[in-house]
T-cell receptor, first 113, second 114 residues
Framework: DAGITQSPRYKITETGRQVTLMCHQTWSHSYMFWYRQDLGHGLRLIYYSAAADITDKGEVPDGYVVSRSKTENFPLTLESATRSQTSVYFC????????????FGEGSRLTVL | AQSVTQLGSHVSVSEGALVLLRCNYSSSVPPYLFWYVQYPNQGLQLLLKYTTGATLVKGINGFEAEFKKSETSFHLTKPSAHMSDAAEYFCAVILIQGAQKLVFGQGTRLTINP
């Protein structure tokens, strides 16, 4: 099916563990984004990518790592999870047009105990 | 400094009443402006956007927004609320000067009373 998919949808982990959230899109969009959503903060940009092998920091990148070896995939890794990283994470993609629509995945709810 | 501010984290209206969700931006140069909606347990989807041209923009599901440069505002309205409009609404901007990344407001949760 065409679209943008995230996995896992739900994840519970412990402090200090490594966690990877996956994001896959089928449109071959150039740009991909990772946001986190927290009550009172709206959505905050973690990292984004303009193309394969090109990534850049967003507003809140500390504690996160991304890679983009293929256009369609944009995994987000928490190298050593902390409780403050408990959040809902959204992946999004768009075409190479600055005013283009962002297409969002359904989100990954991460709980760090 | 916050680029975009949504006034009211929670708005409640009766079914059939006017919906007004407020959004103000802080930029000397008018940015590109967007409204996104998030239904429960889903990702966000675009309602409408303003880039250039006509300042009154019509979106999906009967929503519209008007860009007012003098008030640095982009308020979202719908003449008659429906139960299915209950969701969280996000105003977002792309500042033309600077990093040109989409920045979201804090969101407004809209509740519709029967």
């Amino acid at each position: 099916d065409a679209g943008i998919t995230q996995s896992p949808r739900y994840k519970i982990t412990e402090t200090g563990r490594q966690v990877t959230l996956m994001c896959h899109q089928t449109w071959s969009h150039s740009y991909m984004f990772w946001y986190r959503q927290d009550l009172g903060h709206g959505l905050r940009l973690i990292y984004y990518s303009a193309a394969a092998d090109i990534t850049d920091k967003g507003e809140v990148p500390d504690g996160y790592v991304v890679s983009r070896s293929k256009t369609e995939n944009f995994p987000l890794t928490l190298e050593s999870a902390t409780r403050s990283q408990t959040s809902v994470y959204f992946c999004a993609s768009r075409e190479d047009t600055i005013t283009g629509e962002l297409f969002f995945g359904e989100g990954s709810r991460l709980t760090v105990l | 400094a916050q680029s975009v501010t949504q006034l009211g984290s929670h708005v409640s209206v009766s079914e059939g009443a006017l919906v007004l969700l407020r959004c103000n931006y802080s930029s000397s140069v008018p940015p590109y402006l967007f409204w996104y909606v998030q239904y429960p347990n889903q990702g966000l989807q675009l309602l409408l956007k303003y880039t250039t041209g006509a300042t009154l923009v019509k979106g999906i599901n009967g929503f519209e927004a008007e860009f007012k440069k003098s008030e640095t505002s982009f308020h979202l309205t719908k003449p008659s609320a429906h139960m299915s409009d209950a969701a969280e609404y996000f105003c977002a901007v792309i500042l033309i000067q600077g990093a040109q990344k989409l920045v979201f407001g804090q969101g407004t949760r809209l509740t519709i009373n029967p």
